[in-house]
């Protein structure tokens, strides 16, 4: 059988080391050795299952999965460092358990965050192929008609030649001045509900994700918890 070779980079998030950005920088920076050998070249594949990878000169093994939900509050960046020292995601999770964030959440929008030390589980989660559909409700200026909501469901342009569409789009609630809608999309571009709302003109003042698949949020906001086998299976079935 023909070996399965990945990146590098890939494979030091597989094995719940780092995120790939910062095994690029570990990679360069000649820390990382496969079959005793230091490697600085960012097009190096690995076999998982036959090469020995370490870093520093410490042997990676593939770890225990863990995965945890957050609820993320709104004035938080989805990134483990920033250079305008805004307060991260990761100042709010352990940081003994090595994990990484399963996409991300722009620094105005809260709600349900996964992190992970599984590179596979976190590749599924985020792959549009497996049309995972991720749960938001929207706050919006003014009322929302019905026809706007047709658009949403037909698709509107986001930007040249980019087409985005919702898997669902419902009314929740309607007030004189603005309007809270749920959404469903499975795609998860940057900013696409945003840039959805912004084609239709309406502007969102809150963005809160719900649910992830059928894994709905259900931590106070700042706190996080770990996920159990089955909870992990209702993200993605």
């Known amino acids: 059988m023909t070996p399965e070779l990945i990146p590098l980079s890939?494979?030091?998030?597989?094995?719940?080391?780092c995120s790939r950005s910062r095994a690029a920088d570990y990679i360069k920076s000649g820390r990382v050795s496969v079959n005793g050998e230091v490697t600085r070249l960012l097009s190096s594949r690995v076999d998982l299952d036959r090469?020995?990878?370490?870093?520093?000169?410490?042997?990676?093994?593939?770890?225990?999965?863990?995965?945890?939900?957050?609820?993320?509050?709104?004035?938080?960046v989805t990134t483990s460092s920033d250079e305008f020292s805004r307060k991260t995601v990761y100042g709010l999770i352990?940081?003994?358990?090595?994990l990484f964030s399963v996409g991300r959440l722009d620094i105005d929008t809260t709600g349900l965050l996964l992190f992970t030390n599984d590179g596979t589980l976190q590749d599924k989660i985020l792959s549009p192929e497996n049309e995972i559909a991720k749960t938001y409700i929207v706050t919006v200026n003014g009322k929302v008609t019905g026809e706007q909501i047709?658009?949403?469901?037909?698709?509107?342009?986001?930007?040249?030649g980019?087409?985005?569409?919702?898997d669902d789009c419902e009314i929740v609630e309607t007030e004189l001045s603005k309007t809270r809608l749920r959404i469903r999309i499975h795609e998860g571009k940057n900013r696409e509900i945003r840039r959805m709302l912004d084609a239709i003109g309406k502007k969102v003042s809150r963005l809160h994700r719900t649910a992830i698949g059928g894994l709905e949020l259900d931590v106070p906001e700042g706190?996080?918890?770990?996920?159990?086998?089955?909870?992990?299976?209702?993200?993605l079935n």
Request: aromatic share 4%; hydrophobic share 45%.
């Open 10 to 17: 890939r494979a030091l998030t597989k094995l719940g080391y």
């Open 51 to 76: 090469d020995i990878i370490a870093v520093d000169r410490n042997r990676l093994s593939r770890p225990v999965r863990v995965v945890i939900m957050l609820h993320k509050p709104r004035g938080f």
């Open 94 to 98: 352990p940081n003994d358990l090595h």
């Open 150 to 160: 047709g658009k949403l469901m037909k698709g509107v342009e986001i930007r040249d």
């Open 162 to 166: 980019v087409i985005c569409r919702a």
């Open 223 to 235: 706190a996080w918890r770990k996920l159990t086998d089955e909870e992990i299976k209702l993200i």
